[in-house]
């Protein structure tokens, strides 16, 4: 059995780790423990109160209880917020507490860009223009252009994790450019595990979303693999050896 553990920030797109799991595998455990978000505000001092380092180690305890493999603070935005180098500073305070390998949403949007080969992309952030470019900027200092940004201007998570569908696809075609490889949906608030495959197809690209890539990165630092087409290109391996 492998476990993951996630901090997950307040209650707004949470669902998207129990729909996940069922696509994973038996042998696959996805833990959820909700961190104090302060006060839900996609704005640059309410996140970055959101990611400090003792509200994150509040939640590692339980986790690390529960036997996980390793350890993801589930927050794009309350990680990229703090900048490069600041985010990795987080990530090295939540390994040194869990006493577990640990990362963060917005590392895990730079390594499955990697993963995918993918060098530019189109950002569709629900956030307000600032933070979205803040995302862009995060993404630079690892090497990816991103070609295009797009922000909604929604302020809190709550709202977010309200939106349908049809809201999320409309989102991610606004987003897509020509020159992108694949296109990113940043936000942890969003659901967006049951609508991978109708995001990549309408697209006819790779689309990386804030839940998928965390799960991705849990999975990444547990050092397993897992083919789970359902959850879009990111999961998908190949060649496929048929039973």
């Keep these: 059995m492998t476990a993951l ?6 209650h707004s797109g949470e ?13 696959i455990r996805v833990d959820l423990v909700h961190t104090d978000i302060g006060e839900d505000a996609h704005r640059v001092d309410a996140l970055l109160e959101m990611g ?8 590692v305890e339980e986790l ?20 490069w180098e600041g985010a990795q500073e987080q990530v090295r305070a939540l390994a040194q507490a869990a006493g577990l390998p640990a990362s963060s949403t917005s590392f895990a949007f730079v390594h499955a860009v990697k993963e995918i080969g993918a060098r530019r992309v189109a950002i569709g952030a629900t956030y307000p223009d600032d933070v979205a470019q803040l995302f862009a900027e995060f993404l630079r200092a690892a090497g990816i252009e991103a070609v295009g940004v797009v ?10 994790g309200t939106w349908t569908e049809s809201e999320v696809l409309a989102l991610a ?20 595990a049951a609508h991978i495959p109708a995001l990549e197809k309408e697209l006819g690209k790779p689309v990386l979303t804030a839940n998928q890539v965390t799960i991705w990165e849990g999975l990444r ?12 290109a990111l999961f998908t391996r190949e060649p496929l050896v048929q039973a």
């Design 221 to 232: 630092l547990a050092d397993r693999r897992v083919n789970a087409p359902e959850l879009g």
């Design 52 to 59: 400090s380092a003792q509200r994150l180690a509040a939640g």
């Design 151 to 160: 922000s909604s201007g929604v302020i809190t998570a709550a709202e977010v």
């Design 173 to 192: 075609r606004a987003a897509d450019h020509p020159d992108a490889e694949a296109v990113l949906l940043p936000d942890t608030a969003l659901h967006t």
């Design 64 to 83: 690390r209880l529960a036997g996980a493999d390793a350890v993801v603070w589930a927050c794009t935005s309350g990680s990229f917020v703090h900048g």
């Design 15 to 27: 669902d998207d780790y129990p729909r996940i799991e069922q696509l994973l595998g038996s042998d």
């Design 5 to 10: 553990g996630f901090l997950y920030p307040g």
